[in-house]
C-alpha cells in the first residue's frame, strides 16, 4: 500500500515516518509534503492507498483534501492529524468519511493499531475479489484494448466499415457504450528519454485525463499508440463543450504536476465529433491533423479540428523550380548545393501563412521519395535500400517544428549520400587493392597493364584512368616502383648476384634494370649494396 505523510512541521513528518515499521505493515511512503498544494499534487501523481494529514495546513487544509478528494471519487482512505483545539474539525473530518483521527502527540501504539487495521481491510478485500474475477477483468480491459487496437488500423486503412451494433459490442468486448457522440483524441509526447519514461506517462495520463472527462462519458479507452496514446470517447453529444474545457484543464494541470518532466512536451490533437463508430473515420483523421498542426502552432497545447481545412494546402509548391535544381543537385552528387536548395525552400516556407503540419510533413516525404527516385533512375542507388525511406517516413513525425523537420531532412539526405560516395569509393578501390597486391606477389612475372586489367576484371583503359585516379601515379610508373623497391631490399638482405635479383624483380635484360634503378635510386646496384647492404 502507498502512503503520503502530510504536515507543516517536517518534524511532525519524520516522526510519524520513524514510528512504523513500513516494510512490516506492507506499506511504503512514497511522499513527504508540508503543505496542502503538494499533498493535492501528490495524491494525483502517486495515488496513493493512504494519505496521513494534519488536519491544518498552509494552502488547502486536511479536510479541504479529503472533501477535494471525495468530489474527483479518489479512493484514498484518510488519517486525520489534530490537536487538542481542533477537535471540532476532527469531527467535521469523520463526517466526511476519514478512517480515523489522531491527537497530537502521536503516540506509535495508536498509529500502529490504525494502519494495521487499514492493512487487513485492504488484504481482505483483495482476498475477497476472487481470481477468477481479477482474471475477468483483466480479460476484459484486454479485450477492450484490443477492440480499439483493431479499430484505430481499420480508420488508418480509411476503412468506413467500423462499427456495428453498439449492444452487441458492448457484449462482446466489455463497453458501455450509448447513443451519442464519438470522437477521437491523441496525446504525443516529445523529448523522452527512455520507454519506461513513456510507460509512465501514458499511465499517469490516462489516469488524469479519465479524472476529468469521465464525469462527461458514458465510456473512456485509451491504448499505447506510437510516441503517446489513442483515446476513444462515447458522450452524451451535448456534452461536447465539456469535453474539450476538460481536455484543456487536464493538460494545464498535468504538466503542473509533472515537474521532473519538464523537458517533455505535450501535444493533444482532438478529432471531430461524430455520431457513430462507423463514422469514426473523420475524427480519425482530424485528430492526426490536429496533431500534426503542433508543428505550426507549437507543442504544450490542445488543439481541435472539427475539419480539414480546404484552403491550407502546399500545391503551390509544384510550381517551383526547386524540383528540377533539386534534381540536377542530386545528379552531380552535389552535397553543397543539396543543402542551398533545402535551405531555399525552408526559407519560402517560413514566410509563408496557413500552412498545415501534414502538409509539411508530406512535403519532406515527397522530397524524400524524390531524392531516391534520382538516384535510381541515374543507377546511382539499387532498390535494396529501402529500409532508409520508410525509417524517414515513420521518423519524421517526431519532429514538432519546420526546423527540425528541416534540419532531419538535411541530414538524412546528405548522410545517405555520403553513405554511398563511401561505398562507390570502396567498390573502386577494390579492384586498384587487388591489382596491387597481385603486382607484389607476381613481380618476378613479365607484369603487363593488359594482364593485370585482366586479371581484376576492366578493360585496359578504364583500368588505367582509374589506378591513376587513386593512386596517384600510372600503372607503368607503379610497377617500376615496386620492382625497385623488391630489389632495393633484395641487395641489402640477399647474396644474389645483381643478375639474379634483376630476373627475381621480373626483368629479362640487366642493362635496363641497371639504368632503371639508378635513375630510381641514383646509384647503380652494387654501388647500392656497397652503402646499404
Known amino acids: 500500500m502507498k502512503v503520503i505523510i502530510a504536515d507543516d512541521e517536517n518534524r511532525i513528518c519524520q516522526l510519524i515516518c520513524s514510528l512504523v515499521d513500513w516494510k512490516a505493515c506492507n506499506m511504503e511512503v512514497v511522499a513527504v509534503v508540508n503543505d496542502g498544494v503538494d499533498a493535492w499534487n501528490a495524491?494525483?501523481?502517486?495515488?496513493?492507498?493512504?494519505?496521513?494529514?494534519?488536519?491544518?495546513?498552509?494552502?488547502?487544509?486536511?479536510?479541504?483534501?479529503?472533501?477535494?478528494?471525495?468530489n474527483e471519487n479518489i479512493h484514498t482512505k484518510f488519517?486525520?492529524?489534530?490537536?487538542?483545539?481542533?477537535?471540532?474539525?476532527?469531527?467535521?473530518?469523520?463526517?466526511?468519511?476519514?478512517?480515523?483521527?489522531?491527537?497530537?502527540?502521536?503516540?506509535?501504539?495508536?498509529?500502529?493499531d490504525v494502519l494495521n487495521r487499514l492493512s487487513s481491510e485492504y488484504v481482505d478485500k483483495m482476498r475477497n475479489l476472487s481470481a477468477s474475477e481479477q482474471q475477468k477483468e483483466a480479460t476484459t480491459t484486454r479485450v477492450r484494448k484490443a477492440f480499439l487496437g483493431d479499430l484505430l488500423r481499420t480508420q488508418s486503412e480509411s476503412s468506413t466499415e467500423a462499427g456495428g451494433d453498439l449492444e452487441n459490442i458492448n457484449a462482446e468486448y466489455g463497453f458501455h457504450f450509448h447513443p451519442g457522440s464519438f470522437l477521437l483524441a491523441w496525446v504525443k509526447f516529445e523529448g523522452v528519454e527512455s520507454t519506461n519514461e513513456i510507460e509512465y506517462l501514458r499511465e499517469n495520463s490516462a489516469y488524469f485525463l479519465k479524472e476529468k472527462v469521465s464525469k462527461y462519458c458514458?465510456?473512456?479507452?485509451?491504448?499505447?499508440?506510437?510516441?503517446?496514446?489513442?483515446?476513444?470517447?462515447?458522450?452524451?453529444?451535448?456534452?461536447?463543450?465539456?469535453?474539450?474545457?476538460?481536455?484543456?484543464?487536464?493538460?494545464?494541470?498535468?504538466?503542473?504536476?509533472?515537474?521532473?518532466?519538464?523537458?517533455?512536451?505535450?501535444?493533444?490533437?482532438?478529432?471531430?465529433?461524430?455520431?457513430?463508430?462507423?463514422?469514426?473515420?473523420?475524427?480519425?483523421?482530424?485528430a492526426?491533423?490536429?496533431?500534426?498542426?503542433?508543428?505550426?502552432?507549437?507543442?504544450?497545447?490542445?488543439?481541435?479540428?472539427?475539419?480539414?481545412?480546404?484552403?491550407?494546402?502546399?500545391?503551390?509548391i509544384a510550381g517551383l523550380d526547386f524540383w528540377d535544381k533539386f534534381e540536377i543537385s542530386v545528379e552531380h552528387m552535389n552535397e553543397a548545393e543539396i543543402s542551398l536548395q533545402l535551405n531555399r525552400l525552408y526559407a519560402e516556407l517560413e514566410q509563408k501563412k496557413d500552412l498545415s503540419g501534414s502538409g509539411i510533413y508530406d512535403l519532406a516525404r515527397a522530397i524524400m521519395r524524390s531524392f531516391r527516385f534520382i538516384l535510381q533512375k541515374n543507377h546511382l542507388i539499387g532498390e535494396s535500400n529501402q529500409n532508409d525511406l520508410d525509417c524517414f517516413e515513420s521518423s519524421v513525425e517526431h519532429c514538432n517544428t519546420l526546423d527540425a523537420v528541416f534540419c532531419f531532412l538535411r541530414q538524412t539526405i546528405v548522410g545517405m549520400l555520403r553513405e554511398f560516395l563511401q561505398q562507390k569509393c570502396t567498390e573502386d578501390n577494390r579492384p586498384i587493392r587487388e591489382a596491387k597486391k597481385y603486382i607484389r606477389e607476381h613481380l618476378t612475372e613479365p607484369l603487363s597493364l593488359q594482364s593485370v586489367s585482366d586479371r581484376v576484371g576492366f578493360n585496359s583503359a578504364y583500368f588505367s584512368t582509374l589506378f591513376k585516379k587513386e593512386t596517384g601515379i600510372n600503372f607503368s610508373d607503379y610497377l617500376t616502383q615496386a620492382r625497385m623497391e623488391m630489389a632495393k631490399q633484395l641487395?641489402?638482405?640477399?647474396?644474389?648476384?645483381?643478375?639474379?635479383?634483376?630476373?627475381?624483380?621480373?626483368?629479362?635484360?640487366?642493362?635496363?634494370?641497371?639504368k632503371n634503378f639508378k635513375r630510381y635510386t641514383g646509384l647503380r646496384p652494387n654501388e647500392y649494396r656497397k652503402i646499404f647492404g
Open 218 to 286: 458514458y465510456d473512456f479507452e485509451s491504448i499505447a499508440r506510437d510516441a503517446g496514446s489513442a483515446y476513444l470517447l462515447n458522450y452524451a453529444t451535448e456534452n461536447h463543450p465539456l469535453i474539450l474545457r476538460a481536455a484543456s484543464d487536464f493538460l494545464d494541470e498535468w504538466k503542473e504536476h509533472l515537474t521532473i518532466f519538464q523537458h517533455v512536451n505535450v501535444t493533444v490533437g482532438v478529432g471531430k465529433q461524430v455520431a457513430s463508430l462507423s463514422q469514426l473515420t473523420e475524427s480519425y483523421k482530424t
Open 43 to 70: 495524491i494525483h501523481f502517486y495515488k496513493p492507498d493512504i494519505v496521513i494529514t494534519d488536519i491544518r495546513m498552509p494552502g488547502i487544509n486536511g479536510l479541504e483534501l479529503v472533501e477535494k478528494c471525495k
Open 491 to 514: 641487395l641489402r638482405e640477399a647474396d644474389d648476384t645483381v643478375a639474379l635479383i634483376c630476373e627475381k624483380v621480373g626483368y629479362s635484360d640487366l642493362k635496363t634494370f641497371t
Open 288 to 316: 492526426k491533423w490536429a496533431l500534426d498542426q503542433r508543428i505550426v502552432l507549437g507543442t504544450d497545447r490542445v488543439i481541435e479540428c472539427p475539419q480539414i481545412p480546404e484552403n491550407m494546402t502546399i500545391d503551390w
Open 79 to 112: 488519517i486525520i492529524i489534530s490537536g487538542y483545539g481542533q477537535f471540532e474539525y476532527a469531527q467535521s473530518a469523520i463526517r466526511y468519511g476519514v478512517e480515523d483521527y489522531l491527537l497530537k502527540p502521536i503516540r506509535k501504539r495508536e498509529l500502529r
